[in-house]
């Protein structure tokens, strides 16, 4: 039998884990404007990128958007995904489909629909102008935002989804019991509902973080050329400065500051509600 996962193992060292080292190996060599890269086998990019004031707002702003969109898509999708938890209706599978419909539009299309509604020309300005609620266009596109709102919308499904299945999965008769032995709804929800479905907050939380911090397309639509986060921050060393040790370095330290808070966030809801 354990010749079976073989084959996915050789496919997952030969398309990640290789480039990975490959990847890695560069992040360690030196920039040269003439030579593109010299061969080398030191940290300085990563302690250049530690203590630049530039980098570290980078990483600061990723982290806090990726934070800040985390919490707003759970508060937001916790109640949608105990209605489509608990639904039961012939309808359910529509409705699981019309929360998976957005995930079939492109992130770079949905942000182009953003736009067009943040523009000082777009629909939302065109509406506050012509009933009078503002004198003048308000300034909604390439803010911070327009950039939470824009990720918030992209993730939300996934949240959804993936607290929903594990609703579903929590018994009925729990809730009546608790009901029975007199629990408000608001006691039942924090001492039964929330602690089993933890499961489910937890891997929506960790996966919405990871799509977070890795966004691209809807912090350069929506942010503009002024919001930087570390994934356009690694676009821009790779393609425009054609520095692929620093643009190496940032993807390493990205990928370390995504690990590291999904791995504390996995343990700390393992600990407070005891996720096996």
């Not at 729990?174 to 006691?187: C, F, I, K, M, T």
């Not at 039964?192 to 960790?206: E, F, H, K, M, Q």
């Not at 639509?221 to 790779?238: E, H, N, S, T």
Request: charged fraction near 10%; include cysteine.
């Amino acid at each position: 039998m354990a010749l079976l996962v073989v084959p996915a193992c050789l496919l997952v060292l030969a398309l990640l884990v290789g480039p990975m080292i490959l990847m890695f190996r560069i992040s360690l060599e030196q920039y040269s404007p003439t030579q593109l890269m010299i061969a080398t086998f030191s940290p300085d990019n990563y302690v250049r990128a530690a203590t630049d004031p530039y980098y570290q707002q980078v990483i600061l702003t990723t982290l806090g958007v990726a934070l800040l969109c985390t919490a707003l898509t759970l508060v937001i999708a916790y109640p949608a995904a105990y209605w489509v938890g608990r639904i039961q209706s012939r309808w359910k599978s529509l409705v699981v489909i019309a929360t998976l419909f957005p995930l079939l539009v492109g992130n770079v299309v949905r942000s182009a629909g953003w736009m067009a509604l943040f523009a000082r020309g777009g629909l939302i300005n065109t509406l506050l102008l012509r009933t009078g609620l503002v004198a003048e266009p308000i300034e909604l596109l390439y803010t911070p935002k327009a950039v939470v709102l824009g990720i918030i919308a992209v993730v939300l499904p996934y949240m959804i989804l993936t607290i929903a299945s594990v609703i579903e999965s929590i018994p009925r008769d729990l809730e009546d019991a608790a009901s029975n032995l007199g629990a408000s709804s608001l006691r039942t929800f924090w001492r039964v509902i929330l602690p089993l479905s933890a499961p489910g907050v937890a891997a929506g939380c960790i996966l919405v973080f990871v799509l977070c911090m890795n966004t691209y397309a809807t912090a350069v639509l929506l942010g503009g050329p002024r919001f930087k986060m570390m994934a356009p921050a690694v676009y821009d060393q790779f393609v425009r400065g054609n520095n692929w040790p620093m643009g190496a370095t940032l993807a390493f330290m990205l990928l370390a500051v995504t690990m590291g808070f999904t791995l504390f966030g996995s343990i700390a809801f393992a600990r407070r509600y005891r996720v096996k």
